[in-house]
Nanobody, 123 residues
Framework: QAQLVESGGGLVQAGGALRLSCAAS????????MGWFRQAPGKEREFVAP????????SYGDSVQGRFTISRDNAKNTVYLQMNSLKPEDTAVYYC????????????????WGQGTKVTVSS
């Protein structure tokens, strides 16, 4: 059974950095788009960044452009989200997801989701 497991969340001060990991297992995701989304309390789920597993092409949401970097390690079936220059508004639960097709910024196009990892940025 396909499974995505996020890790790496925690508490960090504003201006700090964290790296999130998403370990994929249970099926082959080589043809999937892997994405990161986040959801802050009382807000809708927000697109963060996708990576196209096979070619490594990436894009970013406006709020994280220039600060976050998504990457993958094919050998480890793991996707990463390096988050730098963190701000209090980055506080959210971060989710890893896998999509078999469709616009990568739309959560409805994702077939598999992890349980999420919480990131808290203090001011």
């Amino acid at each position: 059974q396909a499974q995505l497991v996020e890790s790496g969340g925690g508490l960090v001060q504003a201006g700090g950095a964290l790296r999130l990991s998403c370990a994929a297992s249970g099926r082959t995701f080589s043809s999937y788009t892997m994405g990161w989304f986040r959801q802050a309390p009382g807000k809708e789920r927000e697109f963060v960044a996708p990576i196209y597993w096979s070619v490594g092409r990436t894009s970013y949401g406006d709020s994280v452009q220039g600060r976050f970097t998504i990457s993958r390690d094919n050998a480890k079936n793991t996707v990463y989200l390096q988050m730098n220059s963190l701000k209090p508004e980055d506080t959210a639960v971060y989710y890893c997801a896998a999509s078999s097709g469709g616009a990568a910024h739309l959560s409805r196009n994702y077939d598999y989701w992890g349980q999420g990892t919480k990131v808290t940025v203090s001011s």
